[in-house]
Nanobody, 124 residues
Framework: QVQLVESGGGLVQAGGSLRLSCAAS????????MAWFRQAPGKERGFVAG????????YYAESVKGRFTISRDIAKNLVYLQMNSLKPEDTAVYYC?????????????????WGQGTQVTVSS
């Protein structure tokens, strides 16, 4: 049974930092793309960042480029999202996702495994 479990969310002031973690288990993720999506109240869930399990390729939404960094630890089956220079508009529930690269990395339908989400709130 595949499980993705996020942690690390919380409340932070604008300009601050948080690091989210995603613990992946239940199968081998070799060949998969691991990604972070986020969903703010009243908005659709959108792509934030992605990384191939090999770590050779990373992808970012324009809104987070230069501020967020995605990485993974193969030995621990963990995926991280380091978030710096946080803004109030980054407030959302952040979801970890895993899927095979069958379509555009930003597409939600590319991912068949999802975590339960972790809340990130950035105060101004």
């Amino acid at each position: 049974q595949v499980q993705l479990v996020e942690s690390g969310g919380g409340l932070v002031q604008a300009g601050g930092s948080l690091r989210l973690s995603c613990a992946a288990s239940g199968r081998t993720f070799s060949g998969y793309i691991m990604a972070w999506f986020r969903q703010a109240p009243g908005k659709e869930r959108g792509f934030v960042a992605g990384i191939t399990w090999s770590g050779n390729n990373t992808y970012y939404a324009e809104s987070v480029k230069g501020r967020f960094t995605i990485s993974r630890d193969i030995a621990k089956n963990l995926v991280y999202l380091q978030m710096n220079s946080l803004k109030p508009e980054d407030t959302a529930v952040y979801y970890c996702a895993a899927g095979l690269p069958r379509a555009a990395v930003v597409a939600r339908y590319n991912y068949n495994y999802w975590g339960q989400g972790t809340q990130v709130t950035v105060s101004s």
